[in-house]
């Protein structure tokens, strides 16, 4: 065995080591740039007050944008999954999590078309955790179009993320 090589392929070992991980922060840094300008791209309609997606942080960084805080000031960009079937009075986005984050209109002063479900969204207010009380949520499976059983089956408040938003934009 020849030991004088010994330190040549321990370096080699630690050089190899290294680039799995630099190549992937450059994937990542690669991917944000990439995000940043297709959410700067976004263009669509806005409901409440006017937005732009400029700035928006994908809704998989809420936790981050939290921390510890009960609520933050946010604009985020993602999927709406649901929309209030009554009359658009508020829509849903998925957390990383697998949770349904509840998004309303700032004083009850706009509403989002009911078609919305499956489009890319800004929203742009203030992202909270709150305690929603038992009859909130058998008025929002009411909305929602659940039935009658599902609804009766609420029988507990649930502790949940969601958003009061002063401003909209579904793109296009």
Same mark, same amino acid.
């Given at each position: 065995?020849?030991? !004088? ?7 080699? *070992? ?8 630099? @190549? ?16 700067? *791209? ?6 409440? =007050?006017?937005?732009? !997606? ?17 609520? !933050? ?7 709406? =999954? ?21 998004? @309303?209109?700032?004083?009850? *002063? ?9 489009? =890319? ?5 203030? #992202? ?9 949520? @058998?008025?929002? *499976? ?10 009766? #089956? ?16 579904? #793109?296009?």
């Amino acid at each position: 065995m020849n030991y !004088a090589l010994l330190p040549a392929a321990g370096l080699l *070992a630690v050089l190899a080591g290294c680039q799995p991980s630099a @190549r992937s922060e450059a994937d990542e840094a690669a991917q944000a740039s990439s995000a940043s300008a297709t959410q700067a *791209a976004l263009s669509g309609k806005t409901y409440g =007050t006017p937005i732009s !997606a400029a700035g928006a942080q994908p809704v998989a960084k809420l936790a981050n944008l939290l921390g510890s805080n009960d609520s !933050a000031q946010v604009k985020l960009v993602g999927k709406a =999954t649901a929309v209030c079937q009554a009359k658009g009075c508020w829509l849903t986005m998925q957390t990383p999590q697998g949770q349904s984050m509840r998004v @309303r209109f700032k004083d009850y *002063a706009f509403f989002v078309p009911k078609d919305i479900a499956g489009k =890319t969204v800004v929203i742009n207010g203030w #992202a909270h955790r709150e305690t929603v009380p038992v009859e909130d949520l @058998r008025h929002y *499976a009411q909305d929602a179009g659940k039935s009658a059983q599902e609804v009766a #089956a609420i029988t507990q408040p649930e502790q949940q993320l969601n958003f009061e938003a002063d401003g909209v934009l579904v #793109a296009e």
